[in-house]
């Protein structure tokens, strides 16, 4: 049986204090009593490694003892404040998302613990940050952790806008439109072009799936008529009993080859905020209209973003050199 060093280290010395004798034991006389840490041998490379899901599975297993060991109703404060330490050491990127899911509905210091957590995990906490400001149903949550994204937005940022982008549930292209738009991500443009509005049904049949029409409207009037009698025999008696029909007299208006379409409002409006904020200019005038957004991206905003970044090099070429030469002149000068 192995011993982690540092739990080791720790386990003695609540040993030490619980006997008294914290006081007289020196770092010397503990690292001497310490076995040395345990090295990895080829047997245990050889050893298959969990996989990032199996991990995954067994964090949600330990978050969730945490919440009931701590966060419960009725735990008291040192009890909550031992738990949020708790889930401070966590940092394995693979915990991250079941934290998300299983702290979502917990108290608000809870959670804005887990958003801190994240902050100081690097490119991981910032993916999980992205995926709370994208998936969360909860506003306050989604505003916080966007807040606490970095600027500019860092590849595992981008890898989550862009994936949401394409996702087929509107909440979610919306929620990740606005994250775009708080972090000016520019390169999202084109996926936002095609997201702002989603083409539907219809498809040029004209039967519709159903075999029938897709719509029709009736303008007419009803009018009563005898269509049948049916006869009725008593003794000595015979009679007839009608059977009212109904004639409709007028014209039918059917719609054939429907074609619905899906504005979604959030998403237009994030495109026109980030496309008129990098182009320079209102690109209010383009509306919901695919084709026009696609010439203009192709014909004016993509050409206008490569020549601006061959300026800004060439700017850049210009300031390197004029140092270069103000550094030649102050060592040339006596």
């Known amino acids: 049986m192995r011993l982690d060093h540092s739990s080791y280290h720790r386990s003695l010395m609540t040993a030490l204090a619980a006997l008294g004798l914290a006081a007289c034991a020196t770092p010397t006389a503990i690292a001497q009593e310490a076995p040395p840490p345990p090295t990895e041998t080829i047997e245990d490379l050889r050893q298959p490694r969990p996989t990032a899901s199996e991990r995954s599975t067994e964090w949600q297993t330990r978050i969730k003892q945490i919440i009931r060991q701590h966060f419960a109703s009725g735990h008291s404060r040192a009890r909550r404040d031992e738990g949020l330490n708790k889930l401070r050491e966590i940092t394995d990127p693979a915990a991250f998302q079941p934290m998300l899911e299983l702290l979502h509905a917990e108290e608000d210091d809870v959670r804005l613990v887990m958003l801190e957590h994240f902050l100081a995990n690097g490119e991981a906490g910032q ?42 549930h509107d909440d979610v292209i919306s929620n990740a439109a606005s994250l775009a738009n708080a972090l000016d991500v520019f390169e999202a443009i084109p996926l936002l072009i095609y997201a702002q509005s989603a083409p539907g049904g219809g498809g040029g049949n004209p039967t519709g799936a159903g075999g029938g029409g897709n719509a029709w409207i009736a303008t007419g009037q009803q009018m009563a008529y005898i269509a049948d009698l049916v006869p009725v025999v008593g003794n000595g008696v015979a009679a007839y009993r009608p059977i009212i029909g109904t004639i409709t007299e007028g014209s039918v208006f059917q719609v054939d080859d429907v074609v619905v379409t899906i504005y979604r409002r959030t998403v237009h409006v994030a495109l026109v905020s980030l496309s008129s ?3 320079g200019q209102s690109t209010e005038f383009l509306g919901y209209d695919r084709e026009k957004w696609w ?6 905003y993509q050409p206008y973003r490569a020549k601006r970044d061959r300026d800004r090099k060439e700017q850049a070429a210009i300031e390197s050199l004029a140092e270069e030469i103000r550094r030649a002149r102050e060592t040339t000068e006596p």
Request: proline share 2%; charged share 30%; hydrophobic share 45%.
């Open 277 to 279: 904020r990098d182009w």
């Open 295 to 300: 010439a203009w991206n192709d014909r004016i």
């Open 127 to 168: 993916a999980a940050l992205a995926w709370a400001a994208v998936y969360s149903g909860d506003v306050a949550l989604r505003y916080e952790a966007t807040r606490r994204i970095r600027r500019p937005a860092c590849r595992s940022v981008l890898a989550v806008i862009d994936g949401s982008l394409r996702s087929r």
